[in-house]
């Protein structure tokens, strides 16, 4: 089982349409989460971290924590063609201590259409 | 404020050769890594540091070897190139645990 699991995609979203995307993960004891956005050929950029229960809000983006459920989801309002990307989930499990090593999903490829 | 630097962009390398893989950053962060990114495979660690002299393996380290002298620098060392090699790097950084990632532009390698 992987640590971070991601559907691949893609994702098709019309312009202005919320994006929900998901993660699950198997490491109960994993504290921090973190959405990063790829554009094809870049490197990757952090967009949102969480880190307790429940939704933070940034913007356009929103990330939801449910460590019950072993589930993180990153939701995009109002989305533009220009969010149209790769976004990666990473969580930090338990066992890395103080090396802070974040376990990455394959990562969503989202494409929001006119 | 540059953030982290990586150099080359790209190489080819031919099967055998040898190569360092530069990464510098200006943040003064204690945490950098290394990750080599495959298609359709995610993200990959190759080997960390947490401070300047203290180094370890990751989740995919053969072939390949680190230092890390300052906590500016943190180069990759390839050595005996392999085709399974031809990926591309990406170097990050994190001031402490807990933190996300601040990542380098990547190097693209191709071993043929």
């Known amino acids: 089982q992987k640590e971070v699991e991601q559907n691949s995609g893609p994702l098709s979203v019309p312009e202005g349409a919320i994006a929900s995307l998901n993660c699950t993960y198997s490491?109960?004891?994993?504290?921090?989460f973190f959405w990063y956005r790829q554009y094809s050929g870049k490197s990757p950029e952090l967009i949102m971290s969480?880190?307790?229960?429940g939704d933070k809000e940034d913007g356009r983006f929103t990330a939801q924590l449910n460590k019950a459920s072993q589930y993180v989801s990153l939701l995009i309002r109002d989305s533009q063609p220009s969010d149209s990307a790769t976004y990666l989930c990473?969580?930090?499990?338990?066992?890395?201590?103080?090396?802070?090593?974040?376990?990455f999903g394959t990562g969503t490829r989202l494409q929001v259409t006119l | 404020n540059a953030g982290v630097t990586q150099t080359p962009k790209f190489r080819i390398l031919k099967i055998g050769q040898s190569m360092t893989l530069q990464c510098t950053q200006d943040m003064n962060h204690n945490y950098m890594y290394w990750y080599r990114q495959d298609p359709g495979m995610g993200l990959k660690l190759i080997y960390y540091s947490v401070g300047a002299g203290i180094t370890d393996k990751g989740e995919v380290p053969n072939g390949y070897n680190v230092s890390r002298s300052t906590t500016e620098d943190f180069p990759l060392r390839l050595e005996l190139a392999a085709p399974s090699q031809t990926s591309v790097y990406f170097c990050a950084s994190s001031p402490s645990p807990g933190y996300g990632y601040t990542f380098g532009s990547g190097t693209r390698l191709t071993v043929v």
């Open positions: 990473a969580g930090r499990p338990s066992a890395t201590g103080t090396a802070s090593k974040l376990t």
């Open positions: 969480i880190y307790s229960n």
């Open positions: 490491d109960r004891g994993s504290q921090s």
